[in-house]
């Protein structure tokens, strides 16, 4: 078994978890206008550093280019794929604006929140979708054993250097503490 998409996709279940939990903060803020700031930041700090540098990181830094040597194009799916992350990025960016300004009194930026999160949450499940069902099974057909294995290695060392030793763990800390609270 590849162990290189493999951790990509054990790290798309906490992504996912942590979807299911912004989709319950949205939906009760569309039922009662109930919105926790405090959980909302924790959750666009684990998408900018536990998605973007770190799994995105991963993929645009090794993988990807990984891929494009075994043969396959970037014009392709590997294209779809960062247009995706920019778009993604673009919608963090936009939910983290729009939580300044509703933390800073601007109560109308909440909807603009959970817009934003809501996009972004569909995007990104279509994203893993293609990713696992698609794009990875693509690579892991070309990769030797040996260059999985040097995938799997320079993706241990790029979490080490971009995120810092611990983090990794404060993020799973911070998926079971929502889960519960979230009662998912």
Do not use: W
Request: aromatic share 8%; charged share 35%.
């Amino acid at each position: 078994m590849p162990k290189a998409t493999q951790q990509l996709k054990d790290e798309h279940e906490g992504i996912k978890l942590m979807f299911r939990i912004l989709d319950k903060i949205c939906k009760r803020h569309r039922a009662n206008g109930e919105l926790n700031t405090d959980h909302l930041f924790d959750i666009i700090e684990f998408f900018k550093i536990f998605v973007d540098k770190c799994h995105h990181g991963k993929e645009e830094d090794l993988l990807f280019p990984a891929m494009e040597q075994a043969g396959i194009p970037r014009q392709g799916p590997i294209g779809v794929m960062l247009a995706e992350h920019e778009k993604g990025r673009g919608y963090v960016k936009a939910i983290n604006a729009a939580l300044e300004k509703f933390k800073a009194g601007d109560k109308s930026a909440a909807d603009e929140i959970t817009d934003n999160a809501e996009g972004y949450m569909g995007l990104m499940l279509s994203h893993i979708d293609k990713e696992n069902n698609i794009l990875y099974p693509m690579g892991d057909q070309r990769f030797s054993k040996e260059k999985d294995e040097e995938l799997f290695e320079g993706f241990e060392k790029l979490e080490e250097e971009r995120i810092g030793a611990g983090k990794h763990e404060e993020f799973h800390k911070l998926l079971h503490n929502l889960k519960e609270i979230y009662k998912i």
